[in-house]
Every structure is written in structure tokens, then in C-alpha cells.
């Protein structure tokens, strides 16, 4: 089974490109999670036929918003976070509701969840910290709760760089949007929390980037950010057989990650 994340930046413009379905075709991703799809789903003419479309746009029209096409057809669909973390948490700000965007999708399977995300960006002056310090602990909360019932798969745009082998240039960036102590904190719950990052198991140092700049000609040369990532529970450590980076896909800023494990379809 092989599973693949990719942050389009806005699904109608990767259509356009022409990039989507020969991705699709090229990798048969069995599930393939969408963030920053920018569009409901009455917005996109696209055919999949072997594919169910599972989509939780935004209330404001193009802006972000996540999607899930699967081959198998999951169990149950869920869509945000639940009441109660809502009422937990403070999740809007002077920027707006994080719950009204999209942001969260999840499908359970009968092995385990899959669960795409995209993550609410700090913004360049920081001002958005206060929000990821009360999204990254309510989406942890959320993704253990879900292990409670079986393993967890949940991937995304995460817009954090963990370590320092995560981007290109970390001395220039400590402590901006992306690379601050907050912000790697967060991350490292997930870990410490018992989720793997999955690329990790098969790919040591530098060098491995998802997203880059449109600046300067960064993802030409390479100097870039691995801002998006799958993490799964520990218990499926021993089914995953491989994971990857496709950075030749183009299309969007950001490029697909993947792993395949070792369960039919």
C-alpha cells in the first residue's frame, strides 16, 4: 500500500499545470492526502474514477483546505477536530478560525487512521506562535486519542523544520517562522509522544527538502525546507518498507513525501 502527502498550494492551479493526473497515473498512490487545496469540491472538474474523494474546504473560498482520495473506502470520515478540543483549546485568532479552514481530515481504515493536516503558519513577524502553541498540543491530543482505537498515519504541511538537517541554511534561520524553539517543541511532542517520522528510518542528514522559495531559484539549487512529513504510530514501524521525497514532482512549491507498507490494498 503506498500512501503520499503533497501540499498542491491551491489544486485547481496544479490541475492547470498539468501536473496532477500524471503524477496520480505515474505513482498510484492507494491514498493520497491533499493540503491547501484552495476549492471545494464543486469547484474541480477532475476525473478519478478509481479513486473516492473525501474533501474539508474552507469556509472563506480559496483558501487552504485538505482533501483524501483513497482507492479503498474508509470506514469513517471525520472532519476537524472534535467539540470538545475545540472548546479546549484556543484555536482562532485576529487571523481567523483555524476551525473554519479546513485543516484537518481524517478517514479510519481497518488497520489504522490516516489523517492529513495543514498546519497554520506562524507568519514572518511571529505572530501566529501564540496559535501554534495551542494547535500542535490540541492536534497531538487528537491524533493519541485516535491511536486509543488503532495505529495513526497522519501527514501534512506541518510547516515546521525539526532539525537542523531539515533545512538548508539553519544558523540563518533560528528563530524565524518555520524554525523557532516553539514551533520545533511542538514537533518533538509528536515524536516524544511515540510518532515516527518516517522518512528517518530510511534517510540520515541533509540535503532533503519538500519545499523551497520561489526566490533566488532555491529549489534549483536545492536550498529548500522538509516542512512536510509522515508520521505514523510505532506500532506500524515494522509494515513500512520504504519512504520517500519526490522533489522531480513540480506543480506546487512543496513536493510530495510517501511511504509504502507492506498490507494489501
Same mark, same amino acid.
Given at each position: 500500500?503506498?500512501?503520499?502527502?503533497?501540499?498542491?498550494?491551491?489544486?485547481?492551479?496544479?490541475?492547470?499545470? =498539468? /501536473?496532477?493526473?500524471?503524477?496520480?497515473?505515474?505513482? %498510484?498512490?492507494?491514498?493520497?492526502?491533499?493540503?491547501?487545496?484552495?476549492?471545494?469540491?464543486?469547484?474541480? /472538474?477532475?476525473?478519478?474514477?478509481?479513486?473516492?474523494? +473525501?474533501?474539508?474546504?474552507?469556509?472563506?473560498? &480559496?483558501?487552504?483546505?485538505?482533501? *483524501?482520495?483513497?482507492?479503498?473506502?474508509? =470506514?469513517?470520515?471525520?472532519?476537524?477536530?472534535?467539540?470538545?478540543?475545540?472548546?479546549? !483549546? %484556543?484555536?482562532?485568532?485576529?487571523?481567523?478560525? @483555524?476551525?473554519?479552514?479546513?485543516?484537518?481530515?481524517?478517514?479510519?481504515?481497518?488497520?489504522?487512521?490516516?489523517?492529513?493536516?495543514?498546519?497554520?503558519?506562524?507568519?514572518?513577524?511571529?505572530?501566529?506562535?501564540?496559535?501554534? %502553541? %495551542?494547535?500542535?498540543?490540541?492536534?497531538?491530543?487528537?491524533?493519541?486519542?485516535?491511536?486509543?482505537?488503532?495505529?495513526?498515519?497522519?501527514?501534512?504541511? !506541518?510547516?515546521?523544520?525539526? @532539525?537542523?538537517?531539515?533545512?538548508?541554511?539553519?544558523?540563518?534561520?533560528?528563530?524565524?517562522?518555520?524554525?523557532?524553539?516553539?514551533?520545533?517543541? &511542538?514537533?518533538?511532542?509528536?515524536?516524544?509522544?511515540?510518532?515516527?517520522?518516517?522518512?528517518?528510518?530510511?534517510?540520515?542528514? $541533509?540535503?532533503? +527538502?519538500?519545499?523551497?522559495?520561489?526566490?533566488?531559484?532555491?529549489? /534549483?539549487? $536545492?536550498?529548500?525546507?522538509? *516542512?512536510?512529513?509522515?508520521?505514523?504510530?510505532?506500532?506500524?514501524?515494522?509494515?513500512?518498507?520504504?519512504?520517500? *521525497?519526490?522533489?522531480?514532482?513540480?506543480?506546487?512549491?512543496?513536493?510530495?513525501?510517501?511511504?509504502?507498507?507492506? *498490507?494489501?490494498?
Amino acid at each position: 500500500m503506498k500512501i503520499y502527502s503533497w501540499n498542491v498550494n491551491g489544486i485547481r492551479a496544479v490541475l492547470k499545470k =498539468e /501536473e496532477l493526473l500524471p503524477f496520480i497515473e505515474k505513482h %498510484q498512490p492507494d491514498i493520497l492526502c491533499l493540503q491547501e487545496t484552495k476549492a471545494n469540491q464543486d469547484q474541480v /472538474e477532475i476525473d478519478l474514477p478509481d479513486y473516492d474523494e +473525501y474533501w474539508n474546504s474552507a469556509d472563506r473560498k &480559496g483558501y487552504s483546505g485538505t482533501a *483524501i482520495f483513497t482507492k479503498q473506502a474508509p =470506514e469513517n470520515v471525520m472532519h476537524g477536530f472534535p467539540e470538545d478540543l475545540i472548546e479546549k !483549546y %484556543q484555536l482562532s485568532d485576529g487571523y481567523g478560525d @483555524t476551525i473554519k479552514e479546513g485543516r484537518v481530515l481524517a478517514l479510519e481504515f481497518e488497520h489504522f487512521y490516516v489523517v492529513t493536516v495543514y498546519t497554520p503558519n506562524a507568519k514572518d513577524d511571529l505572530s501566529r506562535i501564540p496559535m501554534r %502553541q %495551542q494547535w500542535d498540543p490540541a492536534f497531538f491530543e487528537y491524533m493519541k486519542r485516535l491511536e486509543s482505537e488503532k495505529p495513526v498515519i497522519h501527514c501534512g504541511d !506541518y510547516n515546521v523544520a525539526h @532539525t537542523e538537517d531539515d533545512l538548508a541554511r539553519p544558523k540563518e534561520n533560528k528563530g524565524k517562522k518555520g524554525f523557532t524553539d516553539e514551533e520545533r517543541a &511542538g514537533f518533538d511532542a509528536f515524536v516524544d509522544g511515540g510518532f515516527v517520522d518516517t522518512f528517518r528510518l530510511f534517510h540520515k542528514g $541533509n540535503g532533503f +527538502y519538500t519545499w523551497w522559495s520561489h526566490w533566488g531559484g532555491a529549489r /534549483e539549487r $536545492n536550498v529548500g525546507w522538509r *516542512i512536510d512529513y509522515i508520521l505514523a504510530s510505532e506500532a506500524l514501524v515494522s509494515i513500512i518498507k520504504k519512504a520517500d *521525497i519526490h522533489p522531480e514532482v513540480t506543480g506546487s512549491d512543496h513536493c510530495p513525501v510517501s511511504i509504502e507498507l507492506a *498490507i494489501d490494498e
